[in-house]
RNA sequence: GGAGAGGUGGCAGAGUGGCCGAAUGCACCGCCUUGCUAAGGCGACGUACCUUCACGGGUACCGGGGGUUCGAAUCCCCCCCUCUCCGCCA
C-alpha cells in the first residue's frame, strides 16, 4: 500500500496513477482513505487524553478513603463507558481506512506508457533473427500430439478445460529448461527456495493480490487456503513482519514452483495449445533490498537480463517491452514483459514479467531492515520470471522444430538432456 | 485426529491484577580504563501513532482477536504458531 502520508500531501498523484492504471473505482478510494483518515486524526488526540485520565486515576485509589472510593469509582465507569464508545469508534474508523488505502494502487512510475491494455505496451528492444522456415511451419500442439508428448482430449476429460498432460521426452525438456533456469541464478548468487503452494490471506493481501484476484485464485475453503499463482506471493512474505539487517541486503532468492491460476474471464482466449492453462510451473526471482530507488531501477534491469540471458542461451528471438498504465497490475510501479517469438502465434508473445513495487508490497507485509543510522524503513521488492513451462515450450518446440517434425535441443539444454542434440521421431 | 506444554524486547529469560513497556544476562552502539590473544567501568539501547521549532510530553503494543475489571503481559473465551507423546501416513 501506499504511505498515508503520500495520501495527504499528494493526493492527487494518488488520484491519477490510479486512472492512469484504468482503475478508477480505485481512484476514489483514495477521497475515502483521506476521510476516514481525518476522522481518525481528530479522534485520536481525544482518546489519547482520556486514557491518560483513565490510567492515572487508577493510581490515585489506593490512597482514597471509603466515602471517596464510591464517588471516585462511579467517575471512572462514566469514562469507561464514554470511552469504550470512542475506541469502537476508533476501531471501525481503522478497519474503513486500512480497507481504502489497501484498494489505492501503486502509483506507476512517469516512464509507464499510457495506454488500456498490452496492445499499446511499447517495445524497448528486439532481440534475435526470427528464422525463416523453409517448410510449413507447425504449431506446438501439432508436433505435440504427433510425437506423443501432450495429450489434452485426456486431460481435459479428467481434469476439465485448459488442462494438459506432457509425456516422454517433452517432460525431460520442460525439466531442463527450468533446471537450467535455477542453476543460472544460484550462479548469479540466487538462493534457491522451494516454497508453500497453498497460503493464508494475508500473503495474498500482503503481496497485492488481494483483494482484487479473488477470481482468478483457486481456494480452499475449508482451510481458509489459497493455491498461489505465482511463488512471488510466498517468497516476497517470507520475511514479512521483519525487521533485517541492512549488512543482510539484498536478499536474492530463486523459487521453482507450481503455480495454479483459475483464468477465469479469458473463455475463448487463447484457448489452443500450451499457452494457457490452469496449472504450469515457474522458476520465479525475487529480490528484496533496501529503499532505494536506483537500487530498485539497478536490480530492476538485471532481473530483466537474467531471464534475456535464459533466452539468448536457448536460442529464441524475443522483444522486451515496457508494459502501460492500463495493462499493469495494482502493486507495480512499472513492469517489462519478455515476450519470445511465437511462430503459430506469429507474434511476441509474453513469457516474463519483470515488476519492480517500491516499498509497497513491504508496506502491506510490514517487512522492513534497519539501516546505519535511524529508525527502520520499508524495504523495496521486485520479481521476474526466469522461465515458465509448459509456455516456455511453445517457442523451444516451435523455433527449433525440423520438418519431419523433430525438435533441435539448444547446446546450452544439452547437458540437461544427457546431450541429447534432437528429440522425437520423424512423424512428418 | 487425540492428550499435554509453551509463545514476553536482536537473542536468552524473569514477571500470575495496579509499584511493568517490562528485571537480569548476552549481543549491538558511544565514552573511559587496563593491556597479550581480550577484560573491566559508565552510558545509551523496541515499534507505531499524537503533540512540540526543539528538549520533551502523551497513547497503544508482551503471538492475533474478543471478554471480565476502576485497572490486564498477568484472569476467562476463540484462533494462529512451536514443542512433546499417541494415532495415521507419502
Known sequence: MLDIKVLRENPDAARSGAIKKHMPDRAEAVDRALAFDAELRALIPRLDAMRSEQKA????????????????????????????????????????????????PNIPDPEVPDGKDDSQNTEVRRVGEVRVFDFPVRAHYDIGEAQGWIDF????????????????????????ILRFAVDLLVERGFVPIDPPLLVRDAAMFGTGFFPGGEEQTYRCEKDGLNLIGTSEVPVTSLHAGEILAEKDLPKKYVARSACFRREAGTYG??????????????????????????????????????????????DLPYRVV?????????????????????????SFSETHSASRFYDYQARRLNLRYRPEKGKPLFCHTLNNTVAASPRILIPLLENHQNADGTVNVPERLRPFLGGREVLGKPVF
Request: with cysteine; charged share 30%; aromatic share 4%.
Open 57 to 104: 486515576g487508577g493510581k490515585v485509589l489506593g490512597k482514597l478513603n471509603p466515602e471517596e472510593r464510591v464517588v471516585f469509582l462511579a467517575k471512572q465507569k462514566q469514562l469507561k463507558a464514554e470511552l469504550s464508545v470512542l475506541e469502537g469508534e476508533e476501531k471501525l474508523l481503522k478497519e474503513k481506512l486500512a480497507e481504502q488505502l489497501g484498494l489505492v
Open 322 to 346: 515496457n508494459v502501460c498504465g492500463g495493462d499493469l497490475g495494482v502493486p507495480q510501479a512499472m513492469k517489462y514483459d519478455i515476450e519470445t517469438w511465437m511462430p503459430s502465434r506469429e
Open 153 to 176: 482430449a485426456r486431460a481435459a476429460d479428467m481434469a476439465g478445460s485448459r488442462n494438459y498432460m506432457l509425456f516422454g521426452d517433452l517432460v525431460l525438456l520442460q525439466d531442463a
Open 269 to 314: 482466449k487463447d484457448t489452443r495449445g500450451l499457452y494457457r492453462v490452469h496449472q504450469f510451473h515457474k522458476v520465479e526471482q525475487v529480490i528484496v533490498d533496501i529503499n532505494d530507488k536506483e537500487r530498485s531501477l539497478e536490480h530492476h534491469e538485471s532481473i530483466v537480463q537474467n531471464a534475456e540471458d535464459l533466452l539468448q542461451a536457448c
